[in-house]
């Protein structure tokens, strides 16, 4: 089954606005959090990561919010802008464990001006 | 621009056929991925190399798909015999360390099987 889940394929959001990406994961030894994004024809680049020691990481207008006990991550992107617009894949791993990062299926990030 | 060369970007393959793509790391990355993303845009991880030693890969890598890392030549992943259902983009990745380290991906080797 899929062990890191992105129940929303798709978000639209006004420019300026917030935009909240949302992950669910399934392994509660997962301890490694991270969120790459995608342009279309374009390979998958790493935005920001976050280790399980913290429930909070700040990185200009992005803000990753773990939740552990609720197996849950999310992004923040604040002030959207039309070029935040691409698919935006989160993803985990067990650092202690296997060395895979395990992705979701991405969400597809519209922002409209 | 991705410094993960992969090759070729595009192949098509009759059932039953060999695919092999390969993959050049970022100078450096000790470490090698493969995932693959279907059709559902699911990103299936195959496998992973440290060096020329694999770590880890799924089942039906380990029964259908040949993969190497060679010391001074590219890595390579080959479907054995290419099924309809392995028509995706295969995209291999590197990074500094086995976990918790940033990946780079390549652009990705998108196969047809007809």
């Known amino acids: 089954g899929q062990q890191v889940k992105q129940s929303s394929p798709s978000l639209t959001v006004q420019e300026g606005g917030i935009s909240i990406l949302n992950c669910d994961y399934e392994?509660?030894?997962?301890?490694?959090f991270a969120w790459y994004k995608k342009y279309p024809d374009n390979s998958p680049t790493l935005l920001i990561s976050v280790r399980s020691n913290v429930d909070k990481r700040e990185d200009g207008r992005l803000t990753v919010f773990l939740n552990k006990s609720g197996k849950h991550f999310s992004l923040h992107i604040t002030a959207s802008q039309p070029e935040d617009t691409a698919v935006y894949l989160c993803?985990?791993?067990?650092?202690?464990?296997?060395?895979?990062?395990?992705f979701g299926e991405g969400t597809k990030l519209t922002v409209s001006s | 621009n991705s410094k993960v060369i992969q090759t070729p970007r595009y192949l098509v393959k009759g059932q039953g056929q060999k695919a092999k793509m390969r993959c050049i790391p970022e100078?450096?990355?000790?470490?090698v991925f493969w995932y693959q993303q279907n059709k559902n845009n699911e990103f299936k991880f195959l496998i992973n190399?440290?060096?020329?030693?694999?770590?880890?890969q799924i089942d039906m890598t380990e029964k259908r798909f040949s993969a190497e890392c060679p010391s001074n030549s590219p890595c390579s992943l080959e479907i054995q015999s290419s099924e309809a259902g392995d028509s995706a983009l295969y995209l291999c990745a590197s990074s500094q360390g086995q976990t918790g380290n940033t990946l780079y991906f390549g652009e990705g080797s998108r196969l047809i099987v007809v």
């Open positions: 100078k450096g990355h000790p470490v």
């Open positions: 392994n509660d030894m997962f301890d490694y």
């Open positions: 190399f440290q060096n020329q030693e694999v770590l880890q």
């Open positions: 993803a985990a791993e067990n650092q202690g464990g296997s060395a895979k990062l395990i």
